[in-house]
């Protein structure tokens, strides 16, 4: 039988041993007052008015550049890239939108309309097509005026 000095050794060299490979893989915790730094796209819009401008500026090079390869000097194809960031523009405008002071029926229209422009610019036809730089000119707008409901609202 196990004396009780014996007994008081191993446990105490049991509970080091489990303080340490608690300690160990444990670490410190989490400081959650310590600001979280994101990555954040150059293509992301500051606000509606700035999204309706990057819109247009990426469906102009589109529409432009129909029958020639846009490329970056080093005669690469830059299309695939302004698609791409047109499509991620236009699905960044619900958030960019919530953050605004919008009413949720407000927000419901952009809302909307994002998706519908998302789902059309899913495959986008080369050249691009007149109906859907209309649509694209009809989306843009519809941000631009959005942009002039909260700037007017706030004075």
């Avoid at 499509?87 to 952009?110: F, H």
Wanted: proline fraction near 6%; glycine fraction near 4%; charged fraction near 25%.
């Amino acid at each position: 039988m196990m004396s009780h000095p014996a007994f008081a050794r191993q446990l105490v060299s049991l509970v080091i041993i489990s303080v340490a490979l608690t300690g160990c893989f444990g670490g410190p915790e989490a400081d959650h007052h310590e600001p979280v730094e994101h990555f954040v796209p150059d293509h992301w819009p500051a606000d509606l008015l700035d999204a309706a401008a990057k819109v247009a500026e990426r469906a102009s090079a589109l529409a432009s550049q129909s029958t020639e390869s846009p490329t970056d000097g080093s005669g690469s194809d830059r299309r695939p890239m302004i698609e791409r960031e047109l499509r991620d523009v236009v699905g960044w405008v619900p958030e960019i939108a919530a953050d605004t002071p919008l009413t949720e029926a407000q927000w419901m229209v952009v809302h909307e309309a994002s998706e519908a422009m998302s789902n059309r610019l899913k495959t986008i036809r080369r050249p691009m097509d007149e109906e859907t730089l209309r649509a694209i000119d009809e989306y843009r707008r519809l941000l631009v005026e959005t942009s002039e409901t909260l700037l007017g609202a706030s004075r």
